[in-house]
């Protein structure tokens, strides 16, 4: 089929032509819209598009072609169709090319090489420069290291920026989680699970949230249970009855099938593609939610997943999955993350996709260089911190003197726990000169060549020290480092003697391994309350063979991250929300606290307003005090107006339009509310909220 076009970069302003392209249609189909989309391997150059690239455009109904272009279009066609005739001359069946033909180390190589160094951009690969190690009894690193503890990073609701102290346990939930509310409603009012139900919202979908909260505090036998209205006898708990909250378990199963993200591109052969820009878009939010301390732990975790499915169907099987025997839970999908030290929450996560996926991820490089794997692994992610002089912590899975070199490379420091991977390292120089006391240590040093096309740490070489240390009576631990110094540190460590029994002694360790010590357990410490106390993915089970947009698969990954979002939520609500008296005693405290906030958030109460806004003296404690007076809008509370009386949906149904209420000071109609004063208390941002606070005697002023 072919077709001349004039109108078909619509979607490119500011282009303007006046004769048409021609292409061969690849194919045809509906978007889920209605409008109709043809794919086009185009013949010529155009200037908006790359020449022989699939682009997608819409078109309404045949193309038609006018009658003085058909002579000069068959013209073409002829002679595209004659040049596709056109075949090479056959080998022999000696195997000898016949006469005019190129030899195989001649053009055709040749061409073949100029062809695929034109698709591949010229990368430099990273090369460990030469070592030198030499014995020294002290060291002092004399890099510029980011020594500063972590901050929040307080959020915008509209109505500009909010203080910590302010901020209920949903408000942290909703500030780590990306903001994919207002993009997944209109896509999941498309799915064909919706059609002739009522519109979703904001507010339903903040509700259906609060469900899953609920489900995670009293877990239940099945998911009926959670709707169940009436106690048995035999029942150990009361009836949950989370249809008292306004959404029954018939919506709340369609709105998990419906569950649906923007994605990037149309391409067929992305397996991960419907969560590949949710990932991204988390790791965007967590890295902005707080600015991390001066310590970075990079670790594994842990995504569960049982499936028996098998196949190369991506909407039935997963397309990689990993099995790591030493995990509490060992099947599932393999994350690379990043956690800051200082606060514990995990800020970044790349999901391992398979071997391939592995070889294509270092082919294209970090920063126009290829690496080892588990160096490109390392730099992603760390990148956005990169020349910010923080340390990273690595175990071995991380740990290199490349990697070492790599940091130093791009402005970071690194403590490196090297087991394995000792090339260039002198491991066995470390074992000879450490002792068989348990605390011996020993330290060695040397310098290497930073590449001057990189951004180097000062100069072009920097020092890369190795510690050793022994830790009972068969471990010794190698750390290479450049960062800290040879000054000892008492540490509490827990030995076990000849009989067994394990007795706690004070040692003297570098302060390399103290850092290294004090900053491991972070990713294992959240992915215990995340698996372990949270349990959040035992909760929602994904089920397959559903009509659900997103295959089981896919699904398990976005609930380990909403996971994540709620355990680093209460992580930060535990160091900046309240005082340390007034924390809540547990993780499930604070869920518990924070499901009760989302499912009654279209309809609010007084004591939920003044329960999270309450605060003594300037500190903040939950004890009586002064009222915080801020403003947020009606619509981000999940407050709309509503309908008429509306058949087959109840009396009245939310719109998505605003509430409002009368300002207390201009007594205009307000699209905004005092959180400090009550759910209907109106005032507009800005004058009315200055006076407003003015008036207040005990107000705070932001």
Known sequence: MRFGKTACLGDFPNQSLDHKYFGTVKSCRTASDGTQLVSVLWDNDVTAIQSGRKEV???????????????????????????????????????????????????????????????????????????????????????????????????NFGTGRVEARAMSE??????????????????????????????????????????????????????????????????????????????????????????????????????????????????????????????????????????????????????????????????GHEMKTTACCTTGCIIRVEVQEGKAANKRSDAAGVDGYTYQHHIGVSLRLVEPWWGTGRTVIGDSWFASLSCATAMANHGLASVLNVKTATRGFCKKELLEATGPKHGAIAFMETEVDLDPE?????????????????????????????????????????????????????????????????????????????????????????????????????????????????????????KWGVEKEDRHPNLMAFVHKAAYQFLSSGTVSPHEFRSSTTAAGARGSSKPGKVQHYTRTTSDLGMYKMTSECPGEGKFRATNRAAQFQCMICKKPATTICMGCGPKKGCHTGVCLRQHQQDKLEACTY
């Open 170 to 331: 949903m408000d942290y939930i909703m500030h780590a989680l990306p903001n994919f509310w207002k993009d997944a409603v209109p896509i999941m009012n498309r799915h064909k699970r919706m059609e002739g139900r009522a519109k979703v919202t904001i507010a339903e979908l903040k509700k259906w949230f609060g469900c899953i909260l609920a489900m995670c505090c009293q877990p239940r036998a099945t998911k009926e249970d959670y709707w169940k209205t009436v106690t048995e006898i035999d029942d150990l708990f009361p009836a949950a009855d989370l249809g008292r909250f306004g959404m029954s378990q018939d919506r709340w199963e369609r709105l998990w099938s419906a569950l649906e993200f923007d994605q990037y591109g149309d391409d067929p052969n992305d397996k991960w593609a419907c969560v590949r820009m949710f990932i991204d878009e988390w790791n965007d939010n967590s890295a902005n939610m707080l600015d991390p301390g001066f310590l970075l732990c990079l670790d594994e975790s842990m995504s569960r997943f049982l499936s028996r499915l098998k196949g190369d169907d991506e909407m039935k099987a997963a397309p990689h999955l990993s099995y790591v025997q030493r995990k509490p839970e060992p099947n």
């Open 454 to 574: 990189q951004e180097g740490e000062g100069g072009k070489t920097t020092k890369i020290w190795g510690t050793a240390m022994r830790e009972g009576r068969k471990m010794v631990r190698m750390l290479a480092t450049t960062a800290g110094s040879s000054k000892l540190v008492v540490s509490t460590d827990a030995i076990e003697d000849q009989d067994g029994y394990r007795e706690l002694i004070d040692t003297d360790v570098p302060l390399p391994t103290a850092t290294y010590r004090a900053g491991a357990p972070s990713i294992d410490v959240h992915n215990h309350l995340r698996q372990g106390i949270l349990a959040l993915e035992h909760v929602i089970i994904p089920r397959a063979g559903t009509a659900s947009a997103l295959p089981s698969w896919a699904k398990r990954i976005v609930s380990t991250l909403f996971a994540m979002s709620i355990v680093n939520a209460y992580l930060m609500h535990k």
């Open 57 to 155: 455009y819409p078109y309404d109904g045949d193309v038609v072609v006018p009658a003085d272009e058909e002579a000069a279009i068959e013209a073409y066609e002829a002679e595209l169709a004659a040049s596709r005739q056109r075949k090479p001359k056959a080998k022999s069946k000696k195997g000898k090319r016949s006469e005019g033909s190129s030899s195989g180390t001649g053009a055709n190589k040749g061409a073949k090489k100029a062809k695929k160094d034109k698709k591949v951009p010229s990368l430099t690969a990273f090369k460990l420069p030469e070592v030198n190690w030499k014995p020294v009894k002290e060291f002092n690193s004399d890099l510029d290291t980011h020594e500063g503890d972590a901050k929040f990073n307080r959020p």
